[in-house]
């Protein structure tokens, strides 16, 4: 009941209907805002662009409920306003376009009775008493409405005449009600009366068979004795086995977990070795060979050679830095997921990221784990799926943190491709973490991965 957040998300869904050209949803969305200033302000002045919108949308495409909606919307608001010949002309159009009907029957004669149009008034009431399938209840208030329009042209016979008949309405669904009471109260005393004999005969009965009972209560008991016995046997085996089985799973997570650890601590010591020692190595080569140069006069084919040579060693770097950053990113550490992920990429060909949500910081572990499972996924991508977009989009909420990665490669089978290394891997992690994961791909239109996991209150920073 927030008129001004239910505006104001109607509005922003306006722009991307009209961007698909989806005409019928946007006289929904423009009928959907009318009404909201209708119910929630009465805003009679803001509703009605709206409603004047939805109908020319609905005639444009030949939508009959949205264009019939809309005209009834605007043809109250006219009403209600004063303006009554602009409700009637509204009113008019909706039935000249979508037929006639009973709504539409009691607003035109509701018109004409404020408009002072009596004999208008009464002839469209009268029509609508010939109406099918019309409810007594409908019934009593148009007699009242046409004895109304009587009364205020001066016909005081017919006046009487109409207030007799609403009169006997209403006499006869007061009459119709208190027979239906009636009639309910006799059920139920007839269904007490049943139930008070039915018990009668069930204590009888009860009496009757007490004696065998009592013959058998020694032999019940020792049965029931045994059968108790025997539960308890079977249920405690169970709770074993149950224990059994948590324990199993339980030391399967921890050595899945000591198996992150290790591996993360091993990419830690290869990230530094590889960024330390061989890059130190290499900047060194890069150093000797600059001052080789200078120092020897070479031919134009040494030349050639060398500076090839040069190139292969800048590429050389460039890769080892590149492997050392991924394999532990320092701005994952220093910056957080949104800003590791957003880096890694953008150094990926036709990559794009989206961040939705908390833009928070969790458990240091969490976010390396979910560094690594986008940087696997993707790099799938890549390598496999032949995609010209790739999309990777992180939703972060106080209790959960959801990763998409998403293609429009050439897809696969999941019931006959068996998983890779890549994706084995994941699903480890997955089970270290407790998440879930799912896997839809269609051959020749791409491949959504959905990774999902739950976020404990300590886990994130804006506990």
């Not at 043809?75 to 509204?90: N, P, R, S, V, W």
Request: glycine share 6%; aromatic share 8%; with cysteine.
């Amino acid at each position: 009941k927030n008129e001004d957040e239910a505006v104001r998300y109607y509005q922003n869904a306006l722009p991307i209907a009209e961007k698909m050209n989806d005409l019928k949803y946007m006289a929904i969305l423009s009928n959907n805002i009318g009404n909201a200033y209708l119910t929630f302000s009465q805003d009679f002045q803001k509703a009605i662009p709206y409603f004047e919108r939805c109908v020319e949308l609905s005639d444009k495409i030949g939508y009959v409920a949205g264009s019939q909606n809309a005209g009834f919307n605007l043809a109250q608001i006219y009403q209600e306003t004063g303006e009554l010949d602009k409700a009637l002309t509204e009113i008019n159009r909706v039935v000249e376009q979508h037929g006639y009907n009973r709504f539409a029957g009691i607003v035109i004669g509701t018109i004409y009775f404020k408009k002072g149009e009596y004999q208008q008034a009464i002839q469209t009431f009268k029509g609508l008493l010939t109406t099918p399938l019309i409810s007594r209840e409908q019934e009593l208030e148009i007699n009242k409405s046409i004895s109304e329009a009587y009364k205020m042209s001066g016909n005081l016979d017919s006046t009487v005449v109409y207030l007799e008949k609403t009169y006997a309405l209403r006499d006869s669904l007061h009459k119709h009600q208190s027979v239906q009471t009636i009639h309910d109260l006799k059920i139920a005393y007839e269904t007490e009366k049943k139930e008070t004999q039915i018990t009668r005969l069930e204590e009888e009965k009860r009496l009757m068979i007490w004696l065998g009972v009592a013959v058998c209560a020694i032999l019940l008991l020792a049965l029931t004795v045994f059968f108790f016995l025997w539960r308890w046997t079977v249920q405690k085996r169970r709770i074993a086995g149950q224990q059994i089985k948590q324990l199993e799973q339980e030391k399967q997570l921890v050595a899945t977990q000591a198996l992150l650890d290790g591996e993360t601590q091993e990419r830690i010591r290869l990230a530094r070795d590889l960024h330390d020692r061989l890059g130190g190595i290499l900047s060194t080569l890069k150093y000797s060979m600059a001052n080789m140069r200078n120092n020897i006069t070479q031919d134009v084919a040494s030349e050639e050679i060398y500076n090839k040579s040069m190139e292969l060693l800048e590429e050389s770097m460039r890769e080892m830095r590149r492997v050392a950053h991924h394999l532990m990113p320092e701005t994952l550490s220093r910056s957080g997921l949104q800003t590791a992920l957003s880096e890694f990429c953008k150094s990926i060909p036709h990559a794009k990221f989206i961040w939705h949500g908390y833009d928070e910081r969790l458990e240091t572990k969490l976010e390396l784990l979910v560094y690594r499972i986008a940087y696997e996924l993707v790099n799938n991508a890549m390598k496999h799926s032949g995609a010209s977009v790739i999309l990777t989009q992180i939703v972060c909420e106080p209790d959960r943190i959801s990763l998409t990665v998403q293609d429009n490669g050439c897809g696969f089978d999941t019931r006959t491709t068996a998983e890779g290394m890549g994706l084995s891997n994941i699903r480890t992690y997955m089970t270290s973490y407790n998440g879930l994961i799912d896997i839809c791909s269609t051959i020749g239109e791409g491949t959504e991965i959905y990774v999902e996991f739950q976020i404990k209150p300590e886990n994130c920073s804006i506990y």
